[in-house]
């Protein structure tokens, strides 16, 4: 059965960097993965996602361009770098496998059939 194991949250100041990475204990290379994240108070919601072959990747709106998904099928591994943190970048933030291999990239997180169990991210201002 798969698990996912992420790393590599913490805190980190406005404007600076994190590296989140998943390992997977299990196959990931046939499907999509994607990222989400779950604020206190809020619905966890959709960060990016990356295609089997890394050949598309898809974003949130709110990622503007500071968050870089891509993965290591090789090494069963997703990667989230993010760069220009804000505090509202604060969140558990969780990868996920697609529930199916047809499955190119996926917004929705009933998409996704294993989670793990969440790094923390805190930004402050």
């Known amino acids: 059965q798969l698990r996912l194991v992420e790393s590599g949250g913490g805190l980190a100041q406005a404007g600076g960097s994190l590296r989140l990475s998943c390992v997977a204990h299990g196959g990931i290379a046939m499907w999509a993965m994607g990222w989400f994240r779950q604020a206190p108070g809020k619905e966890r919601e959709f960060v990016a996602s990356i295609s089997r072959r890394s050949a598309r990747t898809i974003y949130a709106d709110f990622v503007e361009g500071r968050f870089t998904v891509s993965r290591d099928n090789a090494k069963n591994m997703v990667f989230l770098e993010m760069n220009n943190l804000k505090p509202e970048d604060t969140a558990i933030y969780f990868c996920?496998?697609?529930?199916?291999?047809?499955?190119?990239?996926?917004?929705?997180?009933?998409?996704?059939?294993?989670w793990g169990q969440g790094t923390q991210v805190t930004v402050s201002s």
């Open positions: 996920a496998r697609a529930r199916l291999t047809t499955f190119n990239t996926a917004r929705d997180e009933n998409d996704y059939g294993a």
